[in-house]
């Protein structure tokens, strides 16, 4: 069962274009969304984070996006950048009980210069 | 700060060696989380760790997988006997647990390779 969704597992956008990766989720205990940025050969990177008492996050040219009603967010990237082009990983909590990180299967990126 | 350390960042084994793991936390921090990433199950937790004693191990597949805390700096995974469908890259990362403060630092991963 995942609880976790990310469905679009590659994404091409332009160098210059916003990119806009999404993720749904299904447990509604859930109300940490962190995403992370993956190289090859690398670990996961911390990116940006929202908590569910809030609707959007900024960070930059980094914007997370939370709609609690439909349990989907979005990590839009403007203006997208050759270097953003990674495996980008949603993941989720419910910071009342354990800390464990829920992730998704992540999307592949690739920003076309 | 030199983030999370992992070693080694490649083993290849025969199946029914033991493979030993090792991590290092970023100093300062009090959880440690062990991951498994294959291309089938994605990115999945196996056991994490607070202030060095073992939360939750319900990820780790079966017994031939320990681990171990034994200081706020150091852990390992051990996988006795090794057999190829432990075949994966295992990731460590570290995370400083505060209200409010949920975001875990990763190390760069053992490839393990089991023949």
């Known amino acids: 069962d995942q609880q976790v969704k990310q469905n679009s597992p590659s994404l091409s956008v332009q160098e210059g274009r916003i990119s806009i990766l999404n993720c749904d989720y299904t447990?509604?205990?859930?109300?940490?969304f962190l995403w992370y940025k993956k190289y090859p050969a690398e670990g996961p990177t911390f990116l940006i984070s929202?908590?569910?008492?809030?609707d959007k996050n900024e960070d930059g040219r980094f914007t997370v996006f939370l709609n609690k009603s439909a349990k989907h967010l979005s990590l839009h990237i403007v203006p997208s950048q050759p270097g953003d082009s990674a495996v980008y990983f949603c993941?989720?909590?419910?910071?009342?009980?354990?800390?464990?990180?829920?992730f998704g299967s992540g999307t592949q990126l690739t920003v076309l210069p | 700060d030199a983030g999370v350390i992992q070693s080694p960042r490649h083993e290849v084994t025969e199946m029914g060696q033991e493979v030993t793991l090792r991590c290092k936390p970023i100093?300062?921090?009090?959880?440690l989380f062990w991951y498994r990433q294959t291309m089938m199950r994605g990115l999945e937790l196996l056991i994490y760790?607070?202030?060095?004693?073992?939360?939750?191990d319900s990820g780790m597949p079966e017994d031939r997988f320990s681990a171990k805390m034994p200081n706020a700096s150091f852990s390992t995974l051990k996988i006795q006997p090794s057999e190829p469908r432990d075949s994966a890259v295992y990731f460590c990362?570290?995370?400083?647990?505060?209200?409010?403060?949920?975001?875990?630092?990763f190390g760069p991963g053992t490839r393990l390779t089991v023949t």
């Open positions: 990362a570290s995370s400083l647990v505060l209200a409010g403060n949920y975001e875990q630092y």
């Open positions: 447990n509604s205990m859930f109300d940490y």
């Open positions: 929202i908590s569910s008492i809030k």
């Open positions: 993941a989720a909590l419910a910071s009342g009980s354990a800390r464990q990180l829920t």
């Open positions: 100093s300062g921090h009090n959880s």
């Open positions: 760790f607070n202030n060095n004693v073992p939360i939750d």
